[in-house]
């Protein structure tokens, strides 16, 4: 096996998951990250959670080469996303400039103004952030899903394309878009650069290198954190966003809490969408962010298996986990060794979230991105069947 197999092997579903479980059970064991050992309880069920997994991958597996695919080989496809890529594009760029022009904010304090904005916490009854965010949401989807129509990303012009968008993620106000913009685009500069050279993988690791970067020197540059010079703050900023959540998580397998008074599995737009239509107060017993919990360090993220548990016990985790599992690797088979470029794109987002799964439920609580993504296949095959019409 080449080096090319083993780094295509490495992002596939059940693989990156427990790289991704393997570096914090890891970091428990070998280094002081400033919190206490999860229990042996709290370890099992991640790993049983990880086996139903990788069961439901191989179910997947199984039933996509039994029989053939079709799969989208259309050119116009790429044509059709690059279309939807420019219309986005031009009304995020003009969103953002009627909103800085509106604001009397300079500098680094855009970004603060913006973030009030997506959290409805402004003052100023200014809610045109909201909908700068989704615009934003919106084009680096479209760019996400142009990405995943053309064999090579590594070219001039794709690469100005990603920065550019990248810096118009910034604008979003929330560092979860950049990441996920940048960690999503990882299948795709893995199996579409066809000679994977060292200045590849460079590439890869220089922008998520600079994408953590920034995601930990947020506290400095806009909430004015204050790091001591021995670096110990720092390294408890670190602990508690990279590997906190298998230890608040084995918090509530030992003690319970926090228990909250709703479906947690269930997307808060679902719950929304249900009490718009039966007049029900579901949403209000549904919180936005989690309880802090103490451990020692605070934090409020409990990892992709807190929901599950949290609503069905153990078994509710590996029935989930299953389920992941099936459609997961439905999407990467689809997308990887079928080439269909939907599925491609749609896999691009299911990666990120498993590699958020240390850190909590992106399934779930990122189900806006998934929504996102069926906006933009359903705008760019607009695109594409008014681009035959009028062929014809």
Not at 30 to 48: C, H, L, Q, R
Request: charged share 10%.
């Amino acid at each position: 096996m080449n080096f090319r197999k083993i780094i295509k092997l490495a992002i596939s579903p059940f693989i990156f998951l427990t790289g991704i479980w393997g570096v914090q059970l890891s970091a428990y064991m070998f280094f002081n990250i400033g919190i206490d050992m999860p229990s042996a309880e709290a370890w099992a069920i991640v790993f049983s959670g990880c086996v139903a997994f990788a069961i439901g991958a191989l179910m997947s597996y199984s039933i996509l080469f039994k029989k053939k695919s079709t799969l989208d080989q259309s050119v116009s496809l790429s044509q059709s996303a690059l279309k939807l890529v420019k219309l986005s594009g031009f009304m995020a760029v003009a969103s953002v400039i009627i909103l800085v022009y509106q604001t009397d904010a300079q500098g680094f304090e855009i970004f603060s103004v913006l973030k009030e904005n997506l959290l409805q916490e402004s003052t100023s009854g200014n809610k045109s952030g909201i909908y700068l965010v989704y615009l934003i949401v919106f084009n680096a989807l479209c760019v996400l899903y142009y990405c995943s129509t053309i064999e090579v990303i590594f070219r001039k012009k794709t690469i100005i394309l990603l920065i550019f968008t990248s810096v118009l993620c910034l604008f979003s106000g929330s560092r979860g878009l950049l990441i996920l913009f940048v960690v999503a685009l990882i299948p795709l500069m893995v199996f579409q650069h066809r000679k994977l050279t060292v200045k590849a993988l460079i590439l890869v690791l220089i922008s998520v290198i600079l994408t953590f970067s920034f995601f930990f020197l947020y506290p400095i540059l806009f909430q004015s954190a204050d790091f001591s010079s021995n670096g110990e703050v720092f390294r408890n900023y670190l602990s508690v966003y990279l590997f906190s959540g298998i230890g608040a998580f084995s918090h509530f397998v030992d003690t319970g809490g926090p228990a909250y008074n709703c479906i947690l599995t269930i997307p808060r737009p679902f719950l929304s969408a249900v009490d718009l239509i039966f007049s029900t107060n579901l949403i209000a017993a549904c919180p936005t962010y989690f309880q802090e919990t103490y451990i020692p360090l605070t934090t409020n993220v409990y990892s992709i298996f807190f929901p599950a548990m949290h609503d069905f016990g153990i078994l509710g985790v590996v029935v989930y986990l299953f389920i992941l599992g099936c459609i997961v690797n439905f999407a990467y088979l689809r997308g990887f060794h079928f080439n269909s470029k939907r599925w491609r794109f749609i896999y691009c987002l299911c990666f990120y979230s498993i590699f958020m799964s240390f850190f909590e439920d992106q399934f779930v609580k990122g189900f806006m991105y998934y929504f996102f993504a069926i906006v933009v296949l359903v705008f760019a095959r607009g695109i594409e069947i008014i681009g035959k019409f009028k062929n014809n």
